[in-house]
């Protein structure tokens, strides 16, 4: 009897706990401000948006915890979480060149991939790196400056399917799949199959990765995958029937902002929940995403395809011509595709003291009809992510806090 009340004490405290976060303040919030969210509020299953924001409260030893808000989050309704399925690819390629470090693997070691599969392309040059050559350490910085797709569909092949998806459950991200590589139209047998890979120390073969096959599949129940009134196809012909995303990607915004939080507050985790990674890791990840495409020379951007806050939708939006606020970094994972915008931020300001994780999806397909490039991007979802970043920025402003954060440890040097 006495076990069975402890069980029960047990349920009770862990259905307390869970019932924690808060899904009304955020409503509250963009409620209060009509002219910038009603016609959003008005549509939140039109539009698709789902929202999750962390307030992070330190203690005297600066030891972060976290107190969540989310607003029409659920998991099981389906959004296309695009390129922000990146990041995980970043960190999983880190971990796994820590694994093989016995067999001599660095992230800088030339990186030449071959092809053993239909459709597979090959890679032995890098114009974009300072020595013309390709590595995961370059991969890398491409992918979180810019999203650059080719980049992560070579870390998708140096860690394949199977790899992926076992950390994702690892790490407790079991919402989650990875399935594919990215703008190439990869699907089916094809993103089963993974390239053999080299790396080489000058003319030194340093580890060879044979080519990998994943014969699992994934399952997730999940609704609104059939949507839409039709869709564009490779020919660039209409066809006049919903669209599917059924075995696509699938990163919800739960999994998405515990990825992020692990990342960047290792240290709120238990020792053996951490990332595998090295400070070197850290640094070389905290610094690509928050510098400026404009900041970097290798690779080197075009700025008007490029500019500084192209990436930071959750406070910039997409304006060209922002104004930098020198205070405010912004590391974060951004996505766009099929009328959805996402972005995954933590955000910090250094002279007021500010820090909080941000995540959000928005979608705006006014006609229906999927990959033709027609969405209100510019209209709907870019003011709806600068509106909703600058208001939450707003209120974190003015939260009082027991505590202030030392944040210099995300103070970085952008200039090597």
Known sequence: MRKLSLCLLFLISYQAMAQKTDTLFLKKLMEDKPELFSAILNHRTHNEIQVIYTQVNRDKNNKPSFKTFTYNVNAKRYFYPASTVKLAGVIFALEKVNELKSKGLTANLTMITDSSFKGQTKVSKDKSAVNGKPSLAHYIKKVLLTSDNDAFNRL???????????????????????????????????????????????????????????????????????????YMDSNEKLVNEPYSFENKNVFTVADQQSLMKRLIMPEAYPTNERFNLTPEDYKLIYTYMSKYPTESDYPKYNEKEFWSTYAKMLYYGREKNAVLDPNIRIFNKYGDSYGFIIDNSYFVDFKNKVEYFLTAVVQSNEDGIYNDGKYEYETVCYPFMKNLGRTIYEYELNRAKKQLPDLSKFKLDYLN
């Open 156 to 230: 998708f092949e140096f860690l394949g399917r199977s790899e992926i998806n076992v950390k994702l459950k690892k790490y407790g991200l079991t919402e989650s799949r990875i399935l594919n590589r990215l703008a190439i139209g990869d699907g089916g047998e094809s993103a089963r199959h993974t390239n053999p890979i080299d790396f080489y120390d000058g003319d030194k073969l340093i580890y060879y990765q044979p080519e990998q096959y994943d014969a699992k599949d994934y399952p997730l129940e999940l609704t609104n995958l059939i949507v839409g009134k039709g």
